[in-house]
C-alpha cells in the first residue's frame, strides 16, 4: 500500500511538469468525473416559528362541541392535604352512669383499741318521749308516754315513765307541755327528797304553755320521771278531756 501511494504522488508530480511545459497546443482528453462525496453535516436549526391561533378565541363565538373536545381527561385525585389546626375544646358531656359497685375491700387490722359495744358500755344517753293522750295524768304516778322519738341506747322507758341512770353523771332532764286546762308537772328523782314542781294556771280557754328542767347528777340505777300533783287545779281540770301533749327529754351531759 504504502509503495502504491508513493507512485502516485510521482506521477502528480511529473503531470504538474509537463503542464509547466505547455502552455498551449497540447490538449489532452477530460478525465472521468469523481465519484460523489460523503453526505454533509446537518446545517443550523431554524429560527423560532410564529406564535399560533388560539384554538378558542377569547371574545368569538363559543362552540360547545369543539370546548368539549379540548377538555382534557379528568385527572387522578391528588394526595391529601396536610392535617389541619387542632379545634377548639367541646363542652362538658352529662355525667355518666353510676358505675358497678367495687369489690370488697381487704379485711382492717386489729388495732386493739376497741371496746364493748354493749348498752352496758356506752358512754351516752339520751332520750325524748311524747305523750299525746288527752287525758289528764293521773296525780302523784309517774306519767307514761306513748311513742319515744329518741332513746338511745335505751334507758328510758315509756311503759313505765322512768328513766334509770346506766352511767353514773350528770344529766340534763326538761318537760314541756301544752293543753287547755291548767296542768302541774314535777321533776322527781330517787336522787332527791324534794320534787321539782312547776305549774301553769294562766287560762282555761287557750292553749297553756309549761316548761321546766333541771341537771341532777345521778348515781348507776337511780330513777327520774315525770309526774302529775295536786297544787290549785279544779275538779273540772282534772276532767278535761281535750288534746294535750307532753315532752320529756333527758340527756348525758357528761359521766363522772
Ligand atoms: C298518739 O301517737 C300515736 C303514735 O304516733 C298514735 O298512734 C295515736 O293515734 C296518737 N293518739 C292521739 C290521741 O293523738
Same mark, same amino acid.
Request: net charge negative; hydrophobic share 35%; glycine share 14%.
Given at each position: ?15 504538474? *511538469? ?12 477530460? /478525465?472521468?468525473?469523481? &465519484? ?9 436549526? !431554524?429560527?423560532? !416559528? ?14 360547545? &362541541? @369543539? ?19 387542632? /379545634?377548639?375544646? #367541646? ?13 370488697? !375491700? ?27 293522750? @288527752? ?25 313505765? /315513765? ?26 322527781? @328523782? ?5 320534787? *321539782? ?10 292553749? %297553756?304553755?309549761?316548761? !321546766? ?7 348507776? #340505777? ?10 290549785? %287545779? ?23
Amino acid at each position: 500500500m504504502g509503495a502504491h501511494q508513493n507512485l502516485a504522488v510521482l506521477v502528480g508530480v511529473a503531470s504538474l *511538469l509537463w503542464n509547466a511545459g505547455c502552455d498551449a497546443g497540447c490538449q489532452g482528453t477530460d /478525465g472521468h468525473k469523481g &465519484v460523489d462525496g460523503a453526505p454533509g453535516r446537518d446545517g443550523l436549526p !431554524g429560527v423560532k !416559528g410564529q406564535k399560533g391561533e388560539p384554538a378558542v378565541m377569547a371574545d368569538g363565538p363559543v362552540d360547545p &362541541v @369543539s370546548l368539549q373536545r379540548l377538555k382534557g381527561d379528568m385527572g387522578n385525585p391528588g394526595p391529601p392535604g396536610a392535617m389541619g389546626l387542632k /379545634g377548639y375544646q #367541646g363542652d362538658t358531656g352529662a355525667a355518666g352512669p353510676i358505675g358497678p359497685q367495687g369489690p370488697r !375491700g381487704a379485711a382492717g387490722k386489729n388495732t386493739g383499741a376497741g371496746k364493748d359495744n354493749s348498752d352496758q358500755e356506752a358512754q351516752y344517753s339520751a332520750f325524748s318521749a311524747i305523750r299525746n293522750e @288527752s287525758s289528764y295524768p293521773a296525780v302523784s304516778q309517774p306519767i307514761t308516754f306513748q311513742t319515744a322519738a329518741v332513746n338511745r341506747p335505751g334507758d328510758f322507758s315509756i311503759a313505765t /315513765g322512768h328513766f334509770t341512770c346506766r352511767v353514773p353523771g350528770y344529766y340534763y332532764f326538761s318537760f314541756h307541755s301544752v293543753a287547755k286546762t291548767s296542768l302541774c308537772l314535777g321533776l322527781a @328523782s330517787d336522787s332527791r327528797d324534794d320534787k *321539782l314542781v312547776f305549774c301553769d294556771y294562766s287560762s282555761r280557754m287557750h292553749d %297553756q304553755m309549761l316548761s !321546766g328542767g333541771a341537771v341532777l347528777q345521778l348515781a348507776a #340505777g337511780e330513777r327520774v320521771w315525770l309526774e302529775s300533783f295536786n297544787d290549785k %287545779q279544779t275538779a273540772a281540770d282534772k276532767q278535761d278531756r281535750r288534746e294535750k301533749q307532753i315532752i320529756f327529754n333527758g340527756l348525758l351531759l357528761f359521766s363522772d
